[in-house]
């Protein structure tokens, strides 16, 4: 059973580093073909694809968001990590890591739970 789990700080002041912490478990991170993903879902909107990392290491982000955004993995821990630097209080959602064959929100195999992380001073 493949399981993922965030970690973080659930407040957040603005323009700080928003950082959280995906541990998976039940599935290497280096699984052939596999991609690990963050989203998050603001109030009243959309999933929303932030970047992932894949099974070789690569780093896909959202254009609207990479200049602000760092995904990285540990291998050995079999965990991956977003930052997110110059939080805004729009940045204020349910943040979410997800697995699968691919990055395409709908078809995502596994997902954590989400955190709820609040940017405000």
């Known amino acids: 059973q493949v399981q993922l ?3 973080g ?3 957040v002041k603005p323009s700080d580093t928003l950082s959280l912490n995906c ?3 039940g599935k290497s991170i280096t699984a052939s ?3 690990w993903s963050w989203i998050r879902q603001a109030p009243g909107k959309e999933r929303e694809w932030i970047g992932a ?3 070789t290491g690569l ?3 959202s254009p609207a968001l990479k200049s602000r955004t760092t995904i990285s993995r540990d291998t050995n821990k079999n965990q991956y990590t977003l930052q997110l630097r110059l939080a805004t209080p729009e940045d204020t959602a349910v943040y979410y890591c997800a697995g699968g064959r691919g ?3 709908e078809k995502m195999d596994y997902w954590g739970q989400g955190t709820q ?3 405000s001073s």
């Open 9 to 11: 700080p659930g407040l």
């Open 33 to 35: 073909a596999h991609y």
């Open 59 to 61: 780093v896909y982000w």
């Open 5 to 7: 789990q965030e970690s």
């Open 103 to 105: 990055t395409a929100v």
């Open 23 to 25: 541990t998976v478990s």
């Open 117 to 119: 992380v609040t940017v």
């Open 53 to 55: 990392v894949s099974y």
